[in-house]
């Protein structure tokens, strides 16, 4: 059910600016890796680019094979993606926003994943009618995971997850995370709250500059006086052992 993410070289960016310069990454099967750094380190392009959405250069391989262009071809080979501001259709109701998420499968299997989505998320069965403009910032996010869910990832990348959330609904959000890594899918969440970010990871990668300043156990690299210093501007790339 989960997968492994190989990057290698990979440089992306918009209209001919480079925002990611030669990342390597590595995001192990049913693992839970954390990507932080400033605002404007590329975080976001990482996903962008890895679910297809810009052009990307360099070799990146997804459970060992490499990972195609095209985002309808990447989302059949299982990784999902949950873009930052959550990118729902307001005028459709929760329901019809999660049929969405599962519209490459037959009816039966989609009604089926629905299901299931139901029970991951109870307060969305609770308002599957509901328009999801109408829903609170946290609902809306719980919602754009369970329309990512409705492909059933292998990989599943999130990105801010947690960005304009109240920490009560933080919480709740972080604990789904993690019981998504423990029902076998891998994840790679880009997150800006760094502390809360690093206390569930198992691997983290600082970003900076469009490039990777720091990288090693996410314990590790929460406690190390070099995260500091990735974040004001550090440019040697620093692996913890």
Do not use: C, W
Not at 70 to 89: C, D, K, T, W
Not at 166 to 191: H, K, Q
Not at 232 to 238: D, F, K, P, T
């Amino acid at each position: 059910m989960s997968a492994s993410l190989h990057v290698h070289g990979m440089s992306a960016g918009y209209g001919g600016i480079r925002v990611l310069d030669g990342i390597d990454l590595e995001v192990q099967a049913r693992k839970l890796t954390v990507v932080v750094g400033p605002n404007g380190a590329g975080k976001t392009t990482l996903l962008r680019a890895l679910s297809g959405l810009i052009p990307r250069d360099g070799e990146v391989r997804f459970d060992g094979a490499p990972l195609p262009q095209a985002p309808s071809a990447i989302v059949s080979h299982g990784l999902g993606h949950v873009p930052e501001g959550r990118q729902l259709f307001p005028l459709m109701t929760v329901a019809e926003n999660l049929e969405l998420g599962g519209y490459l499968v037959a009816r039966a299997e989609r009604a089926r994943r629905l299901a299931r989505a139901f029970e991951f998320f109870p307060r969305l069965a609770e308002r599957r009618r509901q328009l999801a403009g109408t829903m609170s910032g946290g609902e809306q996010q719980m919602l754009a995971v369970g329309r990512a869910l409705m492909g059933t990832p292998r990989l599943l990348m999130l990105d801010e997850p947690s960005l304009g959330l109240a920490p009560r609904m933080v919480d709740e959000l972080f604990s789904i995370v993690l019981r998504i890594r423990a029902e076998g899918t891998t994840v790679l969440l880009v997150e800006q709250n760094v502390a809360r970010a690093l206390a569930i990871a198992e691997y983290a990668y600082v970003f900076e500059r469009g490039r990777v300043a720091l990288h090693g156990r996410a314990s590790e690299v929460l406690a190390s006086d070099h995260l500091r210093t990735a974040y004001l501007g550090g440019h040697a790339v620093i692996k913890l052992q």
